[in-house]
């Protein structure tokens, strides 16, 4: 795998390197997801059931939308 790797801060890292700017706009659904959903100028994480992701969200000031199955 080539770094930088997709996980975490590296998905910070990848955005940083490939795009080269903040992005406007980030949606994540796991702490996975997290730090890029802070480095966005508006993350919005999508709320599938974990707590310590949502208390993450609501800390940060980040959106939450509720997850809908189809």
């Known amino acids: 795998i080539i770094e930088p ?3 975490g801060d590296g998905k ?3 955005i ?3 795009i080269g700017r903040t ?3 980030a949606f ?3 702490m996975n ?3 890029m959903l802070c480095f966005a100028k ?3 994480g999508i709320d599938k059931g974990s ?3 949502r208390t993450a969200c609501q800390k940060s000031g980040l959106l939450l939308q509720p997850f809908f199955e189809a």
């Open 23 to 25: 992005p406007d706009l």
């Open 33 to 35: 997801d997290y730090p």
């Open 12 to 14: 910070v890292k990848a």
């Open 42 to 44: 508006k993350g919005i």
């Open 28 to 30: 994540g659904d796991s």
């Open 5 to 7: 790797y997709t996980y």
């Open 16 to 18: 940083q390197h490939f």
């Open 51 to 53: 707590l310590e992701f």
